[in-house]
T-cell receptor, first 114, second 115 residues
Framework: QQQVKQSPQSLIVQKGGISIINCAYE??????FPWYQQFPGKGPALLIA?????SEKKEGRFTISFNKSAKQFSLHIMDSQPGDSATYFC?????????????FGEGTQLTVNP | DGGITQSPKYLFRKEGQNVTLSCEQN?????MYWYRQDPGQGLRLIYY???????QKGDIAEGYSVSREKKESFPLTVTSAQKNPTAFYLC??????????????FGPGTRLTVT
């Protein structure tokens, strides 16, 4: 099964708070898990990505936590800012098949209130 | 200035007409992809191409066609057979050996409205 399930669908956080978005996958052959950030009317931009051989990756205020046994991964945005308000997509890919095609979650619309 | 360009940004067509969306990249990437995005949904793969003169169907290829005659270009044609063509269309490309090797970079998108 190729699905990636993402939650919540929408999230409202106060400025300075922590935003947490979760994703779950079924196919254990996935070996690359990126997060994309998309502003209205724009194309998605790669934010951060992780391979399953590590449990956590941090880049600035953004952290991916990865739980291989549970087949889950999450994005944490620390000290959330109004400029972080956007739609976030998780995705998964497996290099060895189908041209490294990405399977996307449904997206989470994040609103950070000032 | 390297990147992916899509044109036009907005496109309006009458039902029953074919329309071609442009995607150009100057990143020297081998692989290119077309996705469709509908409100409140994730991106769905239409077609992808790993090398020139070769392409494969994605999950929702019906009613669409592509060509890959040049490395830099991967145009998408939305045919009259596509039952619900109004959507936001995104093109992406991926190059070898970048970071983890899987990164896809997206263009700014074309919003197609068919009435």
């Amino acid at each position: 099964q190729q699905q990636v399930k993402q939650s919540p669908q929408s999230l409202i956080v106060q400025k300075g708070g922590i935003s947490i978005i979760n994703c779950a996958y079924e196919n254990t052959a996935f070996d690359y898990f990126p997060w994309y950030q998309q502003f209205p009317g724009k194309g998605p931009a790669l934010l951060i990505a992780i391979r399953p051989d590590v449990s956590e990756k941090k880049e600035g205020r953004f952290t991916i936590s990865f739980n291989k046994s549970a087949k889950q991964f999450s994005l944490h945005i620390m000290d959330s800012q109004p400029g972080d308000s956007a739609t976030y997509f998780c995705a998964a890919s497996m290099k060895e098949t189908s041209g490294s095609r990405l399977t996307f979650g449904e997206g989470t619309q994040l609103t950070v209130n000032p | 200035d390297g990147g992916i360009t899509q044109s036009p940004k907005y496109l309006f067509r009458k039902e029953g007409q074919n329309v071609t969306l442009s995607c150009e990249q100057n990143l020297n990437h081998d692989a290119m992809y077309w996705y469709r995005q509908d409100p409140g949904q994730g991106l769905r793969l239409i077609y992808y191409s790993q090398i020139v003169n070769d392409f494969q169907k994605g999950d929702i290829a019906e009613g669409y066609s592509v060509s890959r005659e040049k490395k830099e270009s991967f145009p998408l044609t939305v045919t009259s057979a596509q039952k619900n063509p109004t959507a936001f269309y995104l093109c992406a490309s991926r190059g070898p050996g970048t970071g983890m090797g899987y990164e896809q970079y997206f263009g700014p998108g074309t919003r197609l409205t068919v009435t």
